[in-house]
């Protein structure tokens, strides 16, 4: 527990310091919309958004809205972390009312509540991530991964910087998911069933996509198609039950899209939720240095490495885990925009960390049991990793390391500098949008 406690204790330090709620830095781009849901229904009273046409003169936030097909106003963010913020926004908005604030929402209080959301579910993702590890290595190697997991990531920029973006609940609730589907196979339960299906509920809310970690419950342990049937068999009420719970989860949302759309499921990114499956953007999403995964984390370059490692240390795990991984990288880079915006390294990538971590403490594992010199050159860079990290993360606070145009010109023009190289702009390439959005994207 000493690392999770230092992760905690630095991660809190660190955000006070930037202070990002007291500067309005938090419900901004995606958590606007993201964040929506809750103003609308415990402020204003009113999810058809109707009340966004008639604002008080002195509301102080930003409230976003597509038009539907019926030309009623609609979010494009679900309202997953709106279910989670709920408790931390009723706190913040009783104080609102006795503070000299504003209360309709998007005030200091509110943005500081979030902040301590992403604090709380880091640690239940931390907490969570420990157990898994600790079935498999020792709690030194755990506490090495845990802290590499935060402090050689982009998950720490997440947490500190911009706190309402998803990707450190959904790596919170994919840690307690493989925690708890693992509980599951070695004693299937009503509780941890329950569990199962009340967290793939919330998983699937926020980001669709990360539906594929149904394959954890799926596969851990399976060995053949006669294992696989044999589980089948004898927990099916068990997954049915599962599965209604994950339904009254996502029943909210659909019940929002039936009122303003009309239907029961809609795409709410409209035309900008194309994928092209068939021209993935795979190698661009993981080594471009406008956003390469591997290039602004190369710690995971040796979790990609620990994988293949864990057909021996972890065999329950291997299969699971090697499908995922393929399977997310090949979506995540399918969409259009495989570069995701602005953003400090390629952000969607944050949610599998939980799951990258075990591959990358057979790593550490297979490091520490090497000659000496060997860990000694291990050690050195892997904190190499941590600094360049952390650098590289000023830097983008600073737009030094530009959020969605950099180039390899650009990124050694300014690798370990604190000021701007002479015409920078020119070494900069603005990505084509529209270009992309019609599956034309191109490399800088």
């Given at each position: 527990m ?8 630095a ?8 202070n ?5 830095r938090v419900?901004q781009?995606?958590?606007?919309s ?8 415990f402020?204003?009273n ?12 002195n ?7 597509q038009?539907?097909?019926g ?9 997953g972390l ?20 504003s209360?309709?929402?998007?005030s200091?209080?509110y943005?500081f ?5 992403a ?7 931390l ?6 590890l600790l ?13 590499f997991?935060?402090?050689a990531?982009?998950?720490?920029y ?11 609940y ?7 998911f493989i ?10 339960g009503?509780?941890?069933?329950i ?5 793939a ?6 980001r ?7 394959v ?8 053949s ?9 004898n927990n099916?009420?068990?997954?049915m ?14 019940a929002f899209?039936?009122?303003q759309?009309?239907?029961w ?27 390469g995964?591997l290039i ?11 994988i ?16 995922f991984v393929?399977?997310?990288?090949y979506?995540i ?15 969607p ?7 990258m971590a075990i591959?990358l403490?057979?790593f550490?594992q297979?490091?520490?049991?090497s ?7 291990a050690?050195?860079i892997?904190?190499a990793?941590?600094?360049?990290n ?5 830097q983008?606070?600073?737009?030094l ?7 390899k010109e650009?990124y050694f ?12 702009e020119?070494?900069i390439?603005i ?6 959005l ?6 800088p």
């Amino acid at each position: 527990m000493a690392a999770i406690i230092f992760i905690m204790i630095a991660a809190a330090w660190y955000g006070k310091n930037l202070n990002s709620w007291g500067k309005n830095r938090v419900i901004q781009n995606d958590v606007i919309s993201y964040y929506a849901y809750l103003p609308a229904a415990f402020i204003f009273n009113d999810l058809s958004f109707e009340f966004a046409k008639s604002l008080p003169e002195n509301f102080d936030g930003t409230i976003w809205l597509q038009e539907a097909p019926g030309g009623k106003p609609i979010v494009r963010m679900t309202m997953g972390l709106a279910f989670l913020w709920l408790p931390f926004f009723l706190v913040a908005h009783m104080f609102a009312q006795v503070l000299p604030v504003s209360s309709y929402g998007y005030s200091w209080p509110y943005g500081f509540s979030i902040f301590i959301a992403a604090l709380f579910y880091l640690f239940i993702g931390l907490y969570f991530l420990r157990k898994i590890l600790l079935r498999y290595y020792s709690e030194a190697i755990t506490g090495i991964t845990l802290l590499f997991v935060f402090f050689a990531t982009n998950l720490i920029y997440y947490v500190i910087s911009e706190p309402g973006m998803a990707h450190v609940y959904n790596f919170a609730l994919i840690a307690a998911f493989i925690h708890f589907s693992l509980e599951w196979i070695k004693k299937p339960g009503i509780q941890h069933t329950i569990v199962m299906g009340l967290l793939a509920g919330l998983i699937v809310l926020i980001r669709p996509v990360n539906i594929i970690v149904l394959v954890f419950p799926t596969l851990t342990g399976i060995a053949s198609v006669n294992d696989f049937a044999e589980r089948l068999k004898n927990n099916w009420k068990l997954i049915m039950l599962a599965g209604f719970v994950a339904f009254l989860v996502l029943l909210p949302q659909m019940a929002f899209w039936k009122m303003q759309t009309g239907q029961w499921l809609f795409n709410s990114y409209l035309d900008q939720g194309k994928f092209y499956f068939l021209k993935p953007n795979i190698w661009h999403g993981l080594f471009s240095f406008r956003k390469g995964w591997l290039i602004y984390t190369p710690v995971m370059i040796f979790g990609l490495i620990g994988i293949f490692w864990l057909r021996k240390k972890v065999p329950a795990l291997f299969l699971p885990i090697l499908i995922f991984v393929v399977l997310n990288i090949y979506i995540i880079y399918s969409w259009w925009c495989w570069w995701y915006g602005g953003s400090f390294g390629s952000r969607p990538m944050i949610d599998m960390y939980g799951i990258m971590a075990i591959p990358l403490a057979a790593f550490f594992q297979k490091a520490n049991n090497s000659k000496l010199w060997l860990k000694g050159m291990a050690a050195f860079i892997f904190l190499a990793f941590i600094w360049l990290n952390q650098f590289q993360m000023n830097q983008y606070r600073s737009s030094l390391l530009h959020w969605d145009s950099m180039t390899k010109e650009a990124y050694f023009s300014i690798f370990g500098k604190k000021k701007w190289p002479e015409n920078y702009e020119n070494l900069i390439k603005i990505p084509d949008y529209e270009k992309a959005l019609r599956g034309e994207s191109e490399y800088p």
